[in-house]
T-cell receptor
């Protein structure tokens, strides 16, 4: 069975500061891992995904995430926060050869202060 | 229209009303999904359709009734809902059922449902 834990329902940063959103997963088989962003009154938009190969994945809007198998983590980072990054972020996992539909975390609200 | 569209965007209904949510995808995808999004809870998968056939019903109460007349359209018929059913209902689609690799889900903007 697959599951996702996002630590921290809210993360607050200053504009220009490092963004770190944490995601830990459990999966019995090799996972596919995803980060989605949801802006107010919109649906989810894929930021980036890990399937196979390089463990450092780059996505849109300057975000990246690193798959660490030993830590079962897929944390999302951005070197310098922008006001427009304020949104809800969701981590998700699906299992290659297992449950093929992603399981989502509870989400983390990113608040960016000027 | 491009991507995944949902109508209406907002809906307020009484507990005895019957209403329907509509989702349309313009991506040529074969799989479509209904999700329920409640505040600070994980997205809850409700139903999955693949080539118009239902493949998942995630123990959803019968007051929610899905319909998929073709691969481009998905409906969610609502009847005698409860206040706890108030949530954002998201529709998504993907080319194939196995999400991963080159196959990703595309989400619509959702319908904000309020049950009085």
């Amino acid at each position: 069975a697959q599951s996702v834990t996002q630590l921290g329902s809210h993360v607050s940063v200053s504009e220009g500061a490092l963004v770190l959103l944490r995601c830990n997963y459990s999966s019995s088989v090799p996972p596919y891992l995803f980060w989605y962003v949801q802006y107010p009154n919109q649906g989810l938009q894929l930021l980036l995904k890990y399937t196979t190969g390089a463990t450092l994945v780059k996505g849109i809007n300057g975000f990246e995430a690193e798959f660490k198998k030993s830590e079962t983590s897929f944390h999302l980072t951005k070197p310098s926060a922008h006001m427009s990054d304020a949104a809800e972020y969701f981590c998700a996992v699906s299992e290659f050869g297992g449950s093929y539909i992603p399981t989502f975390g509870r989400g983390t609200s990113l608040i960016v202060h000027p | 229209e491009t991507g995944v569209t949902q109508t209406p965007r907002h809906l307020v209904m009484g507990m005895t009303n019957k209403k329907s949510l509509k989702c349309e995808q313009h991506l040529g995808h074969n799989a479509m999904y209904w999700y329920k999004q409640s505040a600070k809870k994980p997205l809850e998968l409700m139903f999955v359709y693949n080539f118009k056939e239902q493949t998942e019903n995630n123990s959803v109460p019968s007051r929610f009734s899905p319909e998929c007349p073709n691969s481009s359209h998905l409906f969610l018929h609502l009847h005698t809902l409860q206040p706890e059913d108030s949530a954002l209902y998201l529709c998504a689609s993907s080319q194939a059922l196995i999400v991963g690799g080159d196959n990703e889900q595309f989400f619509g903007p959702g319908t904000r449902l309020t049950v009085l």
